[in-house]
Structures are given as C-alpha cells and as structure tokens.
C-alpha cells in the first residue's frame, strides 16, 4: 500500500452535517484517509500528488463512502433465476435446499467469489454473508477464502439451525459452537483485519430454545455480532406462538439475544411493542426491500422504525431472491417502496437512503468509528461512481441522481483498506471470465444432476 490522492470530483462525505465537496479529494495514506476537502484548481495542492503513487482524476464522478451489505446470502449465486414464482416455503424446498446439498466445497467458493466480485462493482466494500450451508467441514472456509482473494471486507455470520425444514442440514449445538470457535481462532482479523466473524442463528422457527439461549450467552462473552432473521413472514409469527406463546421477536427477547450487537434480519410481521423493543435495546434492523417483494412477504416499516430512532440499514439479500446483488439498485427499491406503500412521495428523500447504506452499515456491523463515512482517521473503504452516462446527466443533485439513476454497471472505481480492487468498472484482483465459466460449467452439472429429481432443474430457455 501507498499514498492515493482522488480529486476532482463531487464527494460526498457521509459526515455528520453530510458535506459535500465539489469539487473535493480524499487523501489516503497506506489504510486510512488522512483528507477530505475542497479540491482546488490552484497549485496549493499539488504536494498531494507529488506524495502520492497513486493519482485518480475522479473528474464527473460522484465519490461514496462504501456500502455495506448488511445482509446476504454468498452460496446462492448458483441459484439466482432458477423459478421466480414460488412462495418462500416452496422456494426453499424446490431450489434452495436442494441445490445446496448437491455442491461441494469448491462450488462454495466459486459462488461466493462470484458474489464478492458482484458486491464490489456495485459499490459495497463491505458484506455481512450469513452462511448456513456446512454440509461439508471446508465450506465456511470456502466463503472466506472468496472474500480474502477478491479484495472485499467480509463479515460471515456463521449459521446455524437445529431444527431446519431440511433435516440434512440440522446440526448439534455441540456442531454450531465448535465450528464458530474454530472460525474466530482461525479467521477473524485475517486478512490485515478484513474478515471478520458473527454468529448466525438461522431464524426463530429453525432454532429450538435452547440453542437460542446458548447463542445468547455465547454472543454476549465474546462480544460477536447476532446476525437472525426474523419475522419475514406472517406464518414465522404463527411458528413461534404455537411453540412458545410469544411472537418472533419476543422470543428473541426472551432467550437474551436482543442487544445493540443483534441484527434484526428483514423485521417485516413486527408489531408496535416489538419496534419498542428494538429501540430500547439498540438493536439494528437489516432491510432487504427487493427479497421482500421478489418472495412476496411483506413491507417492513421501516419510516416507523426511523421515526423511533431505530438504526436501518440495508442489505441485497441472497441472489437467490433478489436475483442480483446490485447494491445501488437497492437504493433506489428502498425509497420506492415506501413511498408507494404509505402513499407519500415525501418519504426517504436520498440523503436518508444513503445514510442507511453507509453510516447506518456501519452503526449495525459496530464500526462507525472508522467506517461508513469519508473522514480523516477512518478506514480507506470508498466508492466512485461515474455520472457521465445518458441515464444519469444532466444532473442536479449528486444524491438524488445514485438513488435514482444509476446502477452497479456505473461503478468505476473502489478501494477497499487503502487497496484498489476494481479499476475501471472491472476487478483488478480476479480475472472475472475465468470465474464465470468455471462457475457456470458446474452450475450446468448440479443442474444435470438435479433436474432427475427436482423438475424445475430441467427448464431452460
């Protein structure tokens, strides 16, 4: 790593009192941003460029903190589009499950690099994958070994679940805590402290009390990240009272597992009490908006849960039911929705939905201090977007034309921890063709082999 000097362009900070510098530069020296400020034309700066290595004239660009995918699902880039009308339950069933027992090892890996690579040329420097496929020892370590190699900071929530719809894909407590020891020993902080480590607890339906009371305890000793879905859909809420007597998020509550650590995954079936809950204890809410409609389950309440002073963020989902991990594409679907949905235009104006992308990220994986906005003494982790595109100019507000005009194809440059990782809208550590026909070439053998089975496998068009 060396000094990089990007200037020339239009940055938003992402501070506090949300600066924009137009023409404005970001400094970076090794990992960290030294500074952020106006960019000028005079010569007083040009001891910038002559300190730096690394020189980005970021001239009609739009320069971001970078996004942070609160929540995804690596593995399922081999299952992105297989059917798109099928409910969740029977989507589960039909595709997922069973396209997961069918890969190995090394499928992992390729999925997840695929979707490391998708991550960072749509803008996201950072993802929290939530993993609970461990049908084979290796593959938590496939998922990881991706992140390191294609450049992104990653942040896998290991999952878990004894009592999955899938009986093949249960496993002991015993199994669950051993393995996520193993993960923190072997990984967390690796990769000059690009990969970190959660713990995953599937959902409140796929868990039995125990373990959830177990998860708790465990989280709270080592201070990791609870990473859960909960209340995705209204037949979940129905799960739990006839189990327990209490709603998704009660019993969340109950075992111990809400805190300002706990990641409220989805937070759509939630009642008034239960938003209450969440606010008292800090807790974040990941909002995946395009999985909700993609699967049909309903809208969260998310200007609600803004208006309390809960922390939103936002997250693409699994490319299993999204299909894509376009994390500007996301931008855009969040203000959307909830304008349609309360019939008021005047909602998530583009500032509020950049924040939940970046700052509110941050809050949620617990690094605000050094993530999520572009200032002196954080984390070289940003994002540069190219405006100069017929779908996007003429422009008249910076903001307004990422959320609503542009997408991941319109990424140009990211830097992740100091390094550049994608140039010119392509990545600089993987060679991405290579990746796809490998990928593709096993995607067509599970399919081979599923489609004897699993009819939906067979359809090709």
Not at 199 to 206: A, F, I, T, V
Not at 232 to 255: A, K
Not at 365 to 386: F, Q, Y
């Amino acid at each position: 790593m060396a000094n990089k000097l990007i200037y020339n362009g239009t940055v938003l900070t992402m501070d506090a009192a949300n600066q924009i510098h137009k023409p404005g530069y970001i400094y970076i020296e090794n990992d960290m941003i030294r500074e952020v400020g106006e960019w000028k034309p005079d010569d007083s700066l040009d001891h910038l460029k002559a300190n730096s290595s690394y020189t980005y004239d970021a001239s009609g660009k739009v320069v971001i903190p970078g996004i942070i995918n609160g929540h995804t699902h690596l593995f399922q880039t081999f299952m992105r589009g297989v059917s798109d009308h099928s409910s969740l339950a029977e989507w589960l069933k039909e595709i997922i499950w069973p396209m997961s027992l069918a890969m190995e090892p090394d499928d992992f890996y390729l999925a997840a690099l695929i979707g490391c690579i998708e991550n960072l040329k749509s803008g996201a420097t950072y993802i929290m994958d939530h993993h609970y496929i461990h049908t084979f020892p290796e593959n938590d370590a496939s998922v990881l070994r991706a992140m390191v190699d294609s450049g992104i900071r990653g942040h896998l929530a290991r999952g878990g679940s004894d009592l999955a719809g899938e009986v093949r894909l249960r496993e002991t407590e015993e199994q669950i805590f051993g393995s996520t020891e193993r993960l923190l020993d072997e990984w967390d902080g690796a990769a000059s402290d690009r990969i970190r480590i959660a713990l995953g607890p599937l959902n409140l339906y796929g868990c039995s009390r125990g373990y959830l009371e177990r998860a708790a305890v465990f989280s709270r000793d080592r201070k990791l990240i609870s990473h859960v879905h909960v209340a995705e859909t209204s037949g979940q809420i129905d799960n739990t009272i006839e189990r327990y007597g209490l709603r998704n998020l009660e019993l969340l509550h109950n075992v111990g597992l809400l805190s300002e650590q706990t990641q409220v995954v989805h937070g759509i079936w939630l009642d008034d009490g239960e938003l209450e809950l969440i606010r008292d204890k800090q807790a974040s809410v990941i909002h995946c908006p395009v999985s909700n409609m993609y699967l049909a389950s309903g809208i969260a309440r998310v200007p609600e849960m803004q208006q309390m002073g809960i922390n939103v963020a936002l997250g693409t989902d699994g490319p299993g039911s999204n299909n894509c991990q376009d994390n500007l594409e996301v931008l855009k679907f969040t203000a959307c929705l909830h304008k349609v949905n309360e019939l008021d235009a005047t909602l998530l104006p583009p500032m509020d939905v950049l924040r939940m992308a970046t700052m509110n990220g941050a809050r949620a994986v617990g690094r605000s201090e050094n993530l999520g906005s572009l200032e002196p003494g954080k984390k070289a982790d940003l994002v540069t977007v190219d405006m100069r595109k017929a779908h996007i100019s003429p422009i008249h507000r910076a903001s307004s034309a990422l959320v609503y005009n542009a997408n991941g194809n319109d990424v140009d440059l990211v830097i992740v921890n100091g390094e550049v990782v994608v140039e010119g809208g392509k990545s600089t550590w993987i060679d991405e063709q290579e990746v796809i026909q490998r990928a593709q070439q096993r995607v067509d053998a599970l399919r081979a082999k599923l489609s004897v089975q699993y009819p939906i496998f067979s359809i090709r068009e």
